[in-house]
Protein backbone atom coordinates (compact mmCIF):
# COMPACT_ATOMS: atom_id res chain seq x y z
CA UNK A 1 0.00 0.00 0.00
CA UNK A 2 1.24 3.79 -0.83
CA UNK A 3 2.01 5.80 1.92
CA UNK A 4 -0.53 8.38 2.76
CA UNK A 5 0.70 11.70 2.42
CA UNK A 6 -1.30 14.90 3.89
CA UNK A 7 -0.07 18.24 2.30
CA UNK A 8 -1.39 21.64 4.13
CA UNK A 9 -1.18 24.88 2.40
CA UNK A 10 -3.34 27.97 1.28
CA UNK A 11 -1.53 28.13 -1.95
CA UNK A 12 -3.17 26.29 -4.49
CA UNK A 13 -0.31 26.24 -6.80
CA UNK A 14 2.02 25.31 -4.05
CA UNK A 15 -0.42 22.31 -3.21
CA UNK A 16 -0.89 21.27 -7.01
CA UNK A 17 3.08 21.21 -7.13
CA UNK A 18 3.22 19.30 -4.47
CA UNK A 19 0.47 16.73 -4.96
CA UNK A 20 1.75 16.23 -8.80
CA UNK A 21 5.47 15.67 -6.80
CA UNK A 22 4.72 13.50 -4.68
CA UNK A 23 1.80 11.10 -6.93
CA UNK A 24 4.25 10.42 -9.42
CA UNK A 25 6.23 9.12 -6.74
CA UNK A 26 3.27 6.66 -6.09
CA UNK A 27 2.06 8.48 -2.51
CA UNK A 28 -1.53 9.20 -2.40
CA UNK A 29 -1.93 12.61 -1.54
CA UNK A 30 -4.90 14.63 0.07
CA UNK A 31 -4.86 18.11 0.25
CA UNK A 32 -5.76 20.46 3.15
CA UNK A 33 -6.00 24.34 2.42
CA UNK A 34 -5.32 26.08 5.59
CA UNK A 35 -3.94 24.72 9.42
CA UNK A 36 -7.75 24.58 10.83
CA UNK A 37 -8.53 22.02 7.68
CA UNK A 38 -5.29 20.36 7.91
CA UNK A 39 -6.15 19.82 11.56
CA UNK A 40 -9.91 18.72 11.20
CA UNK A 41 -8.56 15.73 8.26
CA UNK A 42 -5.87 14.80 10.29
CA UNK A 43 -7.71 13.86 13.07
CA UNK A 44 -10.69 12.34 10.52
CA UNK A 45 -7.86 10.13 8.50
CA UNK A 46 -5.00 7.89 9.00
CA UNK A 47 -1.43 9.82 7.76
CA UNK A 48 1.99 8.27 7.22
CA UNK A 49 3.36 11.71 7.02
CA UNK A 50 1.89 15.92 7.07
CA UNK A 51 3.22 18.56 4.91
CA UNK A 52 2.82 21.49 6.04
CA UNK A 53 3.35 25.25 5.15
CA UNK A 54 3.84 27.96 8.08
CA UNK A 55 1.73 31.28 7.09
CA UNK A 56 -1.80 30.32 6.64
CA UNK A 57 -5.27 31.66 7.24
CA UNK A 58 -7.53 30.49 9.80
CA UNK A 59 -4.41 28.29 11.94
CA UNK A 60 -0.85 28.47 11.52
CA UNK A 61 1.22 25.44 10.66
CA UNK A 62 2.63 25.97 13.92
CA UNK A 63 -0.86 26.12 16.10
CA UNK A 64 -1.89 22.95 13.78
CA UNK A 65 1.21 20.95 15.12
CA UNK A 66 0.50 22.03 18.41
CA UNK A 67 -3.19 21.23 18.25
CA UNK A 68 -2.38 17.66 17.03
CA UNK A 69 0.32 16.44 19.06
CA UNK A 70 -1.53 17.95 21.79
CA UNK A 71 -4.70 16.16 21.29
CA UNK A 72 -3.06 13.10 21.12
CA UNK A 73 -3.82 12.20 17.73
CA UNK A 74 -1.21 11.13 14.78
CA UNK A 75 1.57 11.53 17.61
CA UNK A 76 4.02 9.27 15.67
CA UNK A 77 3.21 10.80 12.61
CA UNK A 78 6.23 12.35 10.68
CA UNK A 79 5.65 16.15 10.09
CA UNK A 80 7.59 18.22 7.60
CA UNK A 81 7.36 22.00 7.15
CA UNK A 82 7.21 23.08 3.72
CA UNK A 83 7.82 27.22 3.91
CA UNK A 84 9.33 30.87 3.03
CA UNK A 85 10.67 30.92 6.10
CA UNK A 86 14.15 29.84 7.45
CA UNK A 87 14.45 31.81 11.01
CA UNK A 88 16.69 29.86 12.97
CA UNK A 89 14.25 30.60 15.84
CA UNK A 90 10.75 29.53 13.64
CA UNK A 91 12.67 26.10 13.29
CA UNK A 92 13.66 25.43 17.15
CA UNK A 93 10.05 26.59 18.17
CA UNK A 94 8.63 23.97 15.31
CA UNK A 95 11.15 21.16 16.32
CA UNK A 96 9.98 21.63 19.93
CA UNK A 97 6.28 21.60 18.82
CA UNK A 98 7.14 18.59 16.74
CA UNK A 99 7.96 18.72 13.37
CA UNK A 100 10.36 16.22 12.44
CA UNK A 101 11.86 18.39 9.65
CA UNK A 102 11.75 21.67 7.56
CA UNK A 103 12.20 22.39 3.85
CA UNK A 104 12.41 25.94 2.10
CA UNK A 105 10.42 27.15 -0.76
CA UNK A 106 10.93 27.15 -3.57
CA UNK A 107 11.47 23.75 -3.29
CA UNK A 108 13.61 21.30 -5.84
CA UNK A 109 10.51 18.43 -6.86
CA UNK A 110 13.83 15.74 -6.81
CA UNK A 111 14.31 16.55 -3.24
CA UNK A 112 11.06 16.51 -1.56
CA UNK A 113 11.16 13.03 -2.80
CA UNK A 114 14.06 11.99 -1.54
CA UNK A 115 13.09 14.09 2.12
CA UNK A 116 9.87 12.01 1.78
CA UNK A 117 11.03 8.69 1.30
CA UNK A 118 13.96 8.97 4.03
CA UNK A 119 11.31 10.21 6.41
CA UNK A 120 8.74 7.53 5.64
CA UNK A 121 11.82 4.92 5.58
CA UNK A 122 11.01 3.69 2.37
Given amino acids: ?6 TVDDSASIRMT ?9 YQVTEAVDGLDGLNKAKAGNYDLIITDLNM ?3 NGLQMIEALRQ ?7 PIIFLTTESDAELK ?9 GWITKPFNAESLVKIVQ ?5
Avoid: F
Fill in 18 to 26: TKITLTNAG
Fill in 57 to 59: PNM
Fill in 71 to 77: SGSNVGV
Fill in 92 to 100: TRAKAAGAT
Fill in 118 to 122: KVLGR
Fill in 1 to 6: MDAQIL
